[in-house]
Each structure stands twice: as structure tokens, then as C-alpha cells.
């Protein structure tokens, strides 16, 4: 049990777009740090595409716009593969 100095952050509810920080953060790393582009990039889009999901089905407002960043962000993400696989 934590002590009453610690904070739990896994009980503050987030609203609207809470990830969005995180995935910056996981672009400007993977931006900075060049070995980590072979498996950042397709994974930073992979995981784009799964969250525009859960947000389309979740969501019934945001579902048009979901749906299609997903299409974009999955066609980025064959993209990207098809440019790696190309150069090794």
C-alpha cells in the first residue's frame, strides 16, 4: 500500500485526448534516437490505427473522423513497411 506522500495516478480519470501526450512523447524519442526508427514508426502507426478503432467504436459522434484517420493511418503504416522492407 502506498504511503500518503505517493500519488496514484492510475485512479485520476483522463478526459478527452490523454494519449495524445504519451504519443508525442514516443515521437520525439523515436525521432531522436535514430535506431529506434526501424521499429518506432510502424509501431507508433500501428498503435494510431488501434486507437482511431477503440475511439470509432466507442464513439458514435467521432466515428466518421475515427474511421477514416484509421484508414489513412493504416495506409501510412503499409507505407512505411513497404519503404523498410524496400531498403534493407
Request: no cysteine; aromatic share 4%.
Amino acid at each position: 500500500m502506498p504511503s500518503k506522500d505517493e500519488i496514484n495516478i492510475s485512479h485520476i480519470p483522463v478526459d478527452g485526448v490523454g494519449g495524445l501526450g504519451m504519443l508525442a512523447t514516443a515521437g520525439f524519442m523515436i525521432w531522436a534516437l535514430p535506431p529506434l526508427q526501424l521499429a518506432g514508426v510502424p509501431a507508433l502507426l500501428g498503435g494510431t490505427v488501434i486507437g482511431l478503432g477503440l475511439v470509432a467504436a466507442r464513439n458514435r459522434r467521432a466515428r466518421p473522423w475515427a474511421i477514416m484517420g484509421a484508414v489513412l493511418a493504416a495506409l501510412a503504416l503499409v507505407l512505411v513497411v513497404l519503404a523498410i522492407a524496400r531498403s534493407t
